[in-house]
């Protein structure tokens, strides 16, 4: 018989109001033993305060959260020495060397002098910084920086790791570097990893498992694949066909799962639920008809799909808008 | 409360600190360049200070006043006497500056000596500037007392040629100098230590501390099991520690500037190291006090001129306390400045023992508790 899943995280209806602005909304959700799991969504979204609640940086107004089994209130100490933290600012101190940063670090949560001398060379070699043990981290680049705050966030073997919008601000090399580096943690270590991210490719290819959170609500939650799945007519099929009956388009629109078709410039654009499935029952009804199909693609569901149809907008929307809110008095 | 955590605080701070040393050079040049300027500044005797002399009684009375006056002036050359014909004239250069004082002889002065009647000299003065006309002053007594101790008070215009009465009645002061004479600059040297010490709290416990938290650099150590207490004391001894070596710096290079004697005097240095300890510790402790809440990097450089007027000048550093209007004086004696500056005038003007120290060692030191404790009560442990 195998062992009961425990939960590395647990939150239950987690509120946090400041002033009259409710950023996050009784929230409830848990991370399994050994996951990546993802809270996707736009800036303001509540992100970085259920992070914070979550590592003790923050008091919740409300609910409850067990991390690692402590809670995060009555035994902030015990979820501390449990977690690893990587926020969204650069926390390294750049006036010291990327060894003497972890030092003090693993100085802080109390390990002995041989256990240093042993770990802090093997994480650096982890994250590929061996040969900057010594440089002064202000002269590294953000990547650079961010490698070895999650070498730091690992210094003490937490069971869980924290990561607070990990590729934020990285070009796009060092964003790479970053996500190989969290695949390889959780499949060597074995770390739970909880990561907060507004780009939608980082939470596709990274996480076991994904929560929308918008405006402090929590919206969906599911894995990547499911979320695609549970979003109606989000595929689409575009084909060119030559010698096309009167009326075929029509024809087309009775396919299993096709919710609408339509026609730009010889191009047919389908909407349907199952991409595979039209483009299989399309090819057999052209070869029963006659009809040359002279190209077919398929486009399948993006998390923007996913994104569009829990909160009714996209993501690139709601960061457009916000830069239009930030610049809007330089319109006026 | 972990030890480790505490070290682990304090030696990222020194790391810090010894590979810059902006602070280190920024808590020293201040306070020397201010020593050096202001102590010559200040220290200097004021000399040849133009004085306009109208005699109009022209007698040999008034010649015998003039000859005193010019014996007088000729010692410490406080003053260079112009001799006017009329007194408008006079006081017409002394309105435009060209002259600070008149001294007028009126033309009945000798009937005056020669009645026994209150012989009047007038001194006329430009008040605007009190260090010029309170030197000048101090020569005017000097001239009285001498034309006075000249002049026989039983017979009235007679020299003193008969014998003096058994009984004299005339008290002669005696002043024993306790001390050798104090410079301006020693006298300053206190205030410029204690001034170091400031600037090492203000840049590293203020400007620093803030700009790290702006920087999110606290949020990593945040997220640690560190503790509040851990925390202050971490960032309070660490801060002290280069608050002492700045003192020190100061105490060294400013006593071999100012001159102080035997400077080397281990029993002294150990003392002096004492209250230089518990300052660094008051004065980092009030800072962090003052910053424990604040997170906008511009505050600390806004308030640094303000409380450095407030905290230097009513401490005695550079005048008497005693001197002070009785709202300056409460200033001064909750200013930590205070208690620094008379210990370090006591151990460098005085070279006195514990005695004259222990008491300041006291208050600086309940001080920093009482400072330390509302320090961890109002750190927000919690962003």
């Given at each position: ?40 969504g ?25 991390v ?38 693993a ?71 970053v ?40 919206v ?61 029952e ?51 | ?27 020293m ?45 000729a ?25 600070r ?75 024993v ?33 803030i ?22 004391l ?24 100012a ?65 002070f ?33 222990y ?11 009482v ?13």
């Amino acid at each position: 018989m195998s062992e009961p899943e425990i939960n590395a995280i647990e939150v239950t209806k987690l509120k946090k109001q400041f002033g009259d602005f409710v950023a996050v909304k009784e929230v409830s959700f848990t991370v399994r033993t050994g996951e990546i799991f993802g809270l996707l969504g736009p800036n303001g979204a509540g992100k970085t305060t259920l992070i914070r609640m979550m590592t003790t940086l923050t008091p919740p107004t409300s609910g409850m959260a067990e991390v690692g089994g402590h809670d995060v209130v009555r035994d902030a100490n015990g979820v501390r020495r449990a977690i690893g933290v990587i926020p969204q600012a650069l926390t390294s101190d750049p006036e010291l060397t990327a060894r003497e940063n972890m030092m003090i670090h693993a100085k802080l949560y109390g390990l002995t002098r041989a256990e240093r001398e042993r770990l802090i060379p093997q994480l650096l070699e982890s994250v590929g910084l061996s040969e900057f043990t010594n440089k002064l981290v202000g002269s590294f680049s953000g990547g650079m920086r961010r490698r070895l705050e999650i070498a730091r966030g690992l210094v003490h073997s937490p069971k869980i790791m924290f990561l607070d919008e990990p590729t934020t601000g990285l070009d796009p090399v060092s964003r790479t570097t970053v996500w190989e580096m969290i695949t390889k943690l959780k499949e060597s270590a074995g770390l739970t990893i909880l990561l907060t991210t507004h780009y939608m490719d980082e939470a596709d290819k990274l996480c076991d498992r994904i929560a929308i959170v918008d405006h402090g609500v929590l919206v969906a939650l599911d894995t990547p694949t499911k979320l695609k799945d549970s979003v109606p007519a989000a595929d689409i099929v575009e084909a060119e066909f030559e010698n096309a009956p009167a009326g075929w388009n029509d024809t087309l629109e009775k396919l299993t799962g096709v919710a609408s078709v339509s026609e730009h410039e010889g191009v047919c654009h389908i909407s349907t639920n199952s991409g595979p499935l039209t483009v299989r029952e399309l090819m057999d009804l052209a070869r029963d008809r006659g009809v040359n199909v002279r190209r077919v693609s398929v486009q399948g569901t993006t998390l923007d799909d996913v994104f569009l149809y829990y909160t009714g907008r996209q993501l690139r929307d709601e960061a457009s808008e916000s830069v239009k809110r930030d610049l809007s008095h330089l319109y006026k | 409360m972990k030890f480790h955590r505490i070290s682990a605080i304090i030696e990222r701070a020194m790391r810090k600190f010894l590979r810059s040393p902006a602070l280190m050079m920024s808590s020293m040049i201040f306070p020397l360049m201010q020593l050096i300027v202001l102590g010559y500044a200040f220290g200097g005797k004021i000399k040849g200070i133009k004085v306009a002399l109208v005699d109009e009684d022209r007698t040999v009375y008034s010649r015998d006043l003039r000859e005193r006056f010019d014996a007088i002036v000729a010692g410490p050359q406080t003053m260079q006497v112009e001799n006017y014909n009329s007194l408008s004239d006079a006081t017409l250069d002394l309105r435009a500056g060209f002259v600070r004082a008149i001294v007028y002889i009126p033309v009945d002065y000798s009937r005056r000596v020669n009645q026994g009647n209150r012989p009047r000299i007038a001194f006329i003065e430009d008040n605007t500037d009190n260090f010029v006309t309170s030197e000048i002053l101090g020569r005017m007594q000097d001239l009285v007392t001498d034309i006075n101790q000249s002049l026989n008070p039983f017979q009235p215009g007679q020299p003193l040629t008969v014998p003096r009465p058994r009984l004299n009645p005339l008290v002669d002061l005696q002043v024993v100098e306790l001390y050798p004479y104090i410079e301006y600059i020693k006298y300053l040297l206190s205030g410029s230590i204690a001034m170091s010490i400031f600037i090492v709290a203000m840049i590293g416990g203020g400007i620093t501390f803030i700009d790290d938290k702006s920087r999110g650099l606290h949020e990593g150590y945040l997220v640690t099991p560190i503790t509040k207490t851990e925390l202050i004391l971490g960032l309070t001894f660490s801060g002290a520690i280069i608050g002492l070596m700045a003192g020190t710096t100061i105490t060294i290079i400013g006593g071999l500037i100012a001159g102080i004697d035997r400077l080397w005097d281990p029993v002294r240095l150990f003392y002096l190291m004492i209250v230089l300890g518990t300052t660094s510790v008051a004065m980092i402790s009030f800072m962090f006090l003052l910053m424990v809440r604040v997170s906008d990097p511009l505050v600390p450089r806004a308030i640094f001129g303000v409380l450095n007027t407030l905290l230097y000048f009513p401490s005695g550093a550079i005048y008497p306390v005693e001197g002070f209007p009785k709202w300056l004086r409460w200033i001064s004696y909750i200013d930590p400045f205070t208690y620094a500056v008379h210990a370090l005038k006591a151990l460098l003007l005085k070279n006195s023992g514990f005695p004259a120290i222990y008491s300041d060692i006291l208050i600086l030191g309940g001080f920093s508790v009482v400072l330390v404790s509302l320090s961890v009560a109002f750190f927000k442990r919690q962003i």
